[in-house]
């Protein structure tokens, strides 16, 4: 009995990662009455008796016609998930304790109103097939990559009789950076002296330098690079002059790891919006020092995956 209740179980909700796109069909939709469903039925079987009863021709008109518009409404529940297909988009990261957003496409080649999407442990969102992309927010506890639970796509349409609803297992994660720390101290850059600040205003333009694949498009000098044979120029401005900072770990203040990882994450969030050269070293991973988003989410990448 146990072996044909765990293959009945393994049947009914696979625990294997679903092939994208994941097309709803008969057997992974399941239908049961809602408590409106229940209160209907039960109103509908109290009118039979009734009719029964006192032999009334208008009240077995009345019944059969609800119980026809009962069994109609479960047709239309069923199909308002059936022939829907699903696949995941992608994922933006985010910081431990706050929420990360895991994206799904919704495809269909007619509308389906009044679908509800839930990762499991979080909230409902109202969604329909003609969406591109929903994101589907859940809480994040702790850095490192997030798993994305199972999926739970389900619809009342169109009267709340019953509930149809499908279950979707993909194999993506999404990455958590660690939370930044809400106060740190001055930056510490080893061999140098602890600063907070660049002097001067961080947008002033000092000149022009060799591009790097790290800087924004829009600080590209398109007009100077027109004039070289090969290569582009960057503008550059106040806050990369001087010195570059160096984030090490070991000459990080902290009594635990994870306080360790929180200041350095607000010591490199805080630099790549003044623009400030910065480099990491966390054990014997070593980024060097460049300013722009890549270099940014190489440094936090490597914060939330240390052990």
Known sequence: MKALL???????WPRHADTPPLLLTQRRIYVLPTTAGMLYASTLLLMLVGSINYNLSLGYGLTFLLAGLGVVAIVQTFRN???????????????AGETVHFAVQLEAERPRPALRLQLAGGPVIDANASDSTRLI??????????SMPRLTISTTWPLGLVRAWSYARFDERCLVYPAPAPTAPPWVSPGGEGRS??????DDFFGLRPH???D????????????????LLSKQFAAEQGEALWFDLTHT??????DKLAILTRWVIDAHAVRQPYGLRLGGTRIGPAT?????HACLQALALYV
């Open 212 to 214: 790097r694949q790290t």
């Open 6 to 12: 765990q293959r009945l179980r393994q049947l009914l």
């Open 292 to 296: 722009g988003s890549d270099h940014l």
């Open 253 to 258: 203040p902290g009594s635990t790891l994870e």
């Open 137 to 146: 927010p859940l809480a994040a506890a702790r850095r490192g990559w997030q």
């Open 197 to 202: 600040q660049q002097s001067g205003d961080p």
């Open 216 to 231: 924004l498009l829009q600080h590209v000098a398109w007009k100077a690079s027109a004039r070289l044979e090969d290569g």
């Open 81 to 95: 998930l059936a022939g829907l297909q699903l696949r995941p988009g992608r994922h933006a990261p985010g910081h």
